[in-house]
Structures are given as C-alpha cells and as structure tokens.
C-alpha cells in the first residue's frame, strides 16, 4: 500500500466525539483490509475496528468500542473513517490506522501482528 496519513486527531472532553480520517490508496487491483489501533503508553496496541474496501463492505468491531465507534469509508474521497462517540479519558491514545491485503484467519482481524502497512499515528486526548 501507498503511506496511510491519519488526521482529525485532537483533545476532546469526555463525553465527545472525534472523527479520525486515514487517507488510503483505495486504487488497487485487489480488495484489502483497512482497520483502526490504537495504543496507550505502556500499553499493548488494540485493534478497535476493522472494514474491507470490497464494493460489499463487511465491518467488524472489537467489543469495547463497538457501541461508541463506527468506521466507513467513502471511496470518491479515499479515506477510511472512525467515527467515536461518547468519548472516556481510557480513549486518550495514538490511534493508527493500518491495511493488510488479507487474514490468515478470522480471529486474526483485529490483531496488529496480521496488519502489514501503518500510518505513522495521531494523538486522541480525553479529558475529564
């Protein structure tokens, strides 16, 4: 894949809401995997939500986020979303967004260690 570029990051009260943007080479050949991390210092990544470039699209949602965080796409514009609502100070993290052409397996889609390409990060800071 092409460099991924994160942005729409920034501090926010508890309580609101953040609409994070992944610019990504949507022009491929092939369907990919396009997903949301994020990571907390001394803590482990965590995959947060998952979506295929596919015309079907299929999304899938780690069970923390998944009442609070939506992600889309809108291919005209090439960018991946992650819509997070209600947001908590636990939120406060780099988030990441990453593709991967495929999974070994299912269970793999959230994992970091299946993603091949990353955007460099962005800062989300919850406050209270």
């Known amino acids: 894949q092409s460099p991924l570029v994160e942005s729409g990051g920034g501090s926010v009260q508890a309580g609101g809401s953040l609409r994070l943007s992944c610019l990504v080479d949507?022009?491929?050949?092939?369907?990919?995997?396009v997903a949301w991390f994020r990571q907390a210092p001394g803590k482990e990544r965590e995959g947060l939500a998952a979506?295929?470039?596919?015309?079907?699209?299929?999304?899938y949602y780690d069970d923390s986020v998944k009442d609070r965080f939506a992600i889309s796409i809108d291919r005209a514009r090439s960018t991946v979303y992650l819509q997070m609502d209600k947001l908590v100070p636990e939120d406060t993290a780099k988030y990441y967004c990453?593709?991967?052409?495929?999974?070994?397996?299912?269970?793999?889609?959230?994992?970091?260690?299946?993603?091949?390409?990353w955007g460099q990060g962005i800062q989300v800071t919850v406050s209270s």
């Open positions: 979506i295929t470039t596919r015309v079907v699209e299929t999304t």
């Open positions: 990453a593709t991967t052409p495929r999974f070994a397996a299912r269970s793999l889609r959230l994992s970091p260690s299946a993603y091949r390409y």
């Open positions: 949507l022009n491929t050949d092939t369907p990919f995997w």
